[in-house]
């Protein structure tokens, strides 16, 4: 196969005749392409690239490809320097032409998405990355008119809705008055059916937030033990009624996962009233959390009805319910089980089934741990001095950076940050710096170069280094640095790693 000539070959106008029927085909693609190599250096890129980027080919050949996303939101710059890294970190574990990420960009008022996949030679060989940018903003606009719609029409359902349930509610209270048998059992049906409505355009509203990217986590350090304690107790005395024996097992000391507590006890509520509603009475229903390697496992077990296999593959679709007796007989949308596993998803676990007809079903999913405890030797973190220190913060999402700042200033530390590599490796010359933080995603040069380069140089390479990443699998001296921190992670987890290192260094430097 002929290989794709540089650049400047590659832009020459059609009447070019060495023009290659592949830089032709390339040229003529209304997606934006774009090859770097292994320095991270823009090896080809093609028209429609240039034109959703507005850059000049000859401004960007052979520069670094993270200088090209410099026009992006820090959000979208993240993710792309992340999948950039995550695919040079491990590229060959994708097929060909499989990528690992897909990310909206938002351009001025375009919405442009990213797939980004690993280059490999016919002898596969990892030679660098295809990044493709496609205009989506038609698709996103139509999504969004459909979600707004969705999303209109159930706020505008709610409203009399909650007259008729208050007013049901009342009525079946005695509020005005006694009520027959017969008026008992029709107001009864009806606070029944307004209930289902309620939970169907609570749903439905979710679904739509969800896949409009609407929904907002508030990511915080969550216990799982509480939350499935909390569940288990909101649903015990209906389990007592329908005489279904509920346990709970938690396996103590398993960490906390960063997620949003209320949504993780959604999660959890939706599994465990459908393990009550799944399960004749006189059976049992098992909460259960345990550690498995780095994530936390969570199980909902019923030995219940059951899902057949060929079920088991349609029931996480919206709308999907197993038609049968027993699931018509139980209310419900098919809408609880595709928001769980979106919702699991979205705070980047993972949630499947195991079930046998008649014996029962386990609903499981994990979640990663929050596990960078830093390996401090039993000192306690508030204890350590961190004033008068100071801190060169290396961060590329400017919000996370001035949180961070603001964080450490409060505790008399002197803050620097920076978003540039380059920038970073000229103030560790120009001022006495105790601890660098180093974010492994930067615009300019890759944070790997960065602590390269500190640790190369014998007046910086004793400066203690913090890595931010997102990848999980190595540790801070893996990586040649004092501590790592995995994203996503609360402030306060980067600080405590801070004060270790610092005292580390403290012990190491008096001892
Ligand atoms: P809903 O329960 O409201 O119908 P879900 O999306 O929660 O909607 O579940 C989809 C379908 O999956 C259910 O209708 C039922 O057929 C099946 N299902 C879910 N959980 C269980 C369970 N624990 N045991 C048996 N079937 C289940």
Sequence with gaps: METLLPFPQFVTSSTDATMSIERAVLASIADGV???????????????????LRVEPAAVIEKPVRALFASFSTRARLALIDALERLDHDPYSYGPGEGITETVIE???????????????????????????????REVEAEHAKSDFVSNVSHELRTPLTSIVGYTNLLLGHAVGPLSDPQASFLGVIQTNANRLVTLINELLDISRIESGRLDLDIRPVSLADVLHEVAEMI????????????????PEVDRVLGDRNRLVQVVTNLASNAYRYTPSGGNITLSLARSDTSARVSVADNGIGISLEDQAKIFQRFYRVSNAAIFEAAGTGLGLPITKMLVEMHG???WVNSEPQKGSTFTFVLPLQTDEPTGGGVRPDELPVANKTILVVENDSDLAR???????????????TAWGEEALQWVHQRAIDLITLDMALPDVPGMEVLRRLKADKTTCNIPVVIV?????????????????TRPFAVEKLITSIR????????????
């Design 34 to 52: 774009i090859v770097n190599d292994l320095s991270g250096n823009v090896s080809l890129i093609n028209q429609a690239a240039c034109r959703l």
């Design 107 to 137: 351009l001025g008022s375009l919405v442009i998405q990213a797939h980004l996949s690993p280059v490999l030679t016919e002898i596969g060989e990892f030679s660098g990355i295809v990044t493709i940018l496609r205009d989506i903003t």
């Design 236 to 251: 015990r005395p209906q389990c007592d009624q329908k005489d279904l024996h509920l346990t709970i097992e938690v396996e």
């Design 349 to 351: 676990g993972r949630l």
């Design 403 to 417: 949180q961070i700042g603001r964080q450490l200033r409060l505790e008399g530390v002197s803050v620097l940050t």
């Design 469 to 485: 990443s997102i990848i999980r699998e190595k540790n801070g001296e893996e990586w040649g640095a004092s501590e790592k921190v």
């Design 500 to 511: 270790q290192t610092l005292s580390l260094q403290n012990a190491n430097s008096s001892g």
